[in-house]
């Protein structure tokens, strides 16, 4: 297979749904590249699902780009996306651009994903003018969670609709390739996927989108934790290493491995 371009991915409006799963190290990446995945998000979930976080809040530049590195080692054919970590989006659009610019060149990646809709479209152009590609980021942003005071569904009513139709539009035209819609009420999801040309990929927005985003430790279930009502969890890694974990234990106590 050959490396999947961002071209590639705006193609796909209208033909398939964009598949994007998230990855935070080297063999994770291996194997959703292997899987024909479409798109690695390196999240800033590596915050929360990795780094023990409660939020994604405290994730920075710094550990966003070691774990960006990371998945670019494996060589994935599948399109490397960087995540823009908590508040660097809405500095001035020169200094985020030296920021987004540290990913492609540092960490290799592909290009970045920063949240937000029309507020930041400047900054996205530039950024996509310099020749960083940019998946955007819509309807519930995790970075704001202390703003919104918890997470909740985004456009149930007509304004909210409305506002996120303007946000989808400007990021088309500030350049974007494609963008996330996260926690989007089905009927709005499907109204902001008519509205542009490049493909919504969503997560926790049904399945009127143009795509599908997870989070990889949650469908994997491999979180210990709570994962959210949308996700559909595909294995019990957690059980799996719980299970070989003890195994190993018992079997060192009682001097069965090594034989
Ligand atoms: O950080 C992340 O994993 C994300 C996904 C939820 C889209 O932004």
Redesign the pocket.
Known sequence: MTKITTKAIRQLKGKRPVVCL?AYDAITAKLASDAGVDII?V????GTTQLGFET?IPVTVEMMLHATAAVVRAKPNSLVIG?VPFAIARRAPQEVLTVCARYLQEAGADGV?LEGGVEIADTIKLLTDSGIPVFG?IGLL?QQVNQLGGYRKFGKSQAEQDSLVRDARALQEAGCFAF?G?MINDDAARAVSDSVEIPLVG?GCGPHCDGQ?L?STDMLGLNPGKVPSFVKTYATLKDDITRAFSTFAEEVRERKFPT
């Not at 999240?43 to 590596?46: A, Q, R």
């Open positions: 998230t998000l999240g800033d979930s590596y994604t995540d994903k980021h995790p996330v996260e997560i985003v989070v």
